[in-house]
């Protein structure tokens, strides 16, 4: 698992250790990883680091001390450092002293020309700031083209949220100290590969967790000598209509795919169901289908009254029952369907949907209103977006960032819908079941992406379909349980 740490957190966690170490210890510490940080990232990108060019954008916080003691470590090492400070008579002194002592330039005037460095640090706000970046910060980093290397996050980033709401860095490389912030994965396009450099902190239990490739594969049900189809778990899956028959073909295709001992289907889509999975059980209605372990409801069932039945239907059983979709806009009209449930229920809502259940959008802070929303209505909730947010009624949290936004294509979340209650049917938890499919989902559309052909994109990836999805789905899973050697 990686965790990640509330910026209050790791406050506590630095305080001990502020009051026990020698004054600047833990800064030093910090600008010694983010100096050797730097200096890979100088050599892997132009082969060299002595005579190479950095300069640091400083700010008047901890993180604009940290670059600059980066900066006297960098010039020791024959780099030439130029730092630019945003706020002189507030500049760490102790690192401007030792960055001065080193042979560092230091400029005072941020429209100055920063020439052609090979690297940029950002120090400009650490984690005790929030907000965009004022006017003439925003206007220096709008004029660099170098890559830049943020200062334990990028600036301008909210660091519990993730949130923008104005100018901010897009960094290359983030370095982040003694613990992953939740920004680090919530705005993980902001923040570009993550270094952790450990600086002694006892940290506690963590606020937000990410499920790493190794534990998914670990978690991913495998079936035993003794089990049969009905053991390795059977799906029913409620999903499509007359005029939405495709999202019937992709939950069941998915439930199928993603190794389903069984999927029963029962919904208006049957003939479009078995001519795609011959394999899978139909009938026309939840009430015919038979024994199952846990149901998926609401992809493609319209909102009118023959769909409100199944939903019923679904929820009124002692199962555990996924809600998508069209189902959870019958939901925000008559959320007691689902309040008094005892039975375990995930509703999987993207931002739109999310609005109608709780009265209001989950932005700016998407984990909080998560989390709000399963304590309320005594559910897990998988809010998707490029990082998904799960939240189950305890508080808990995983967060999934797919590293890409390959995913976000029409039938998509249908494909998941049935990744998820497959795994379900097997008796994993909401919320694991919810971090593993999703897992499983996002690398799916990596590999389609890079595999798939059609007019090539952004990176030279290709665009994809829900489809697609469905297609290296089966290669996803193999990934994931393939085991990782030990270093």
Known sequence: MRNYYSTAQVRAAEAPLLAALPDGTLMRRAAYGLARVTADELRSRTGGVAGRRVSLLVGSGD???????AGALLR???VAVTAVLLNPERAHAAGLAALRRAGGRVRTDPTADLGAPDLVLDGIVGISGTGPLRP????????????????????GVDP????????????????????LKPVHVLAADRCGRIELVPIGLDLPAPDLTAWEPADVGRAWPVPSAADDKYSQGVVGVVAGSRRY???????AGAAVTATAGMVRYAGRGAAEVLAHWPEVVASSSPGDAGRVQAWVVGPGIGTDDAALDELRTVLASDLPVLVDADGLTLLARDPGL???????????????????????PPVPDRVAATRALAADWGVTVLLKGRATVIADPSGRVFVNDAGSSWAATAGSG?????????????GLEPAVAAAVGTRAHALAANLGAREGSGEVGAAGLAPISASTLLIHLRAAIRVLRTPVPES
Do not use: K, M, Q, Y
């Open 414 to 426: 249908d494909v998941l819908s049935g990744i998820v209650g497959a795994l379900l049917a097997t």
């Open 338 to 360: 689902v309040c008094g449930r005892t039975a375990p229920t995930l509703l999987t809502p993207h931002a739109g949907e999310f609005e109608r259940l709780a009265g209001g």
């Open 160 to 179: 519990d949220t993730g949130a923008v709401d104005g100018p901010a860095v897009s960094a290359a490389v983030t370095v982040a100290f003694g613990a």
């Open 245 to 251: 028959p495709g999202a019937a073909v992709l939950a």
């Open 76 to 78: 020791s090492r024959g």
């Open 136 to 155: 003439a910060a925003a206007a220096l980093v709008a004029r660099i083209d170098a890559p830049i290397v943020a200062v334990d996050l990028p600036s």
């Open 63 to 69: 993180n604009g001390g940290d670059a600059l003691w």
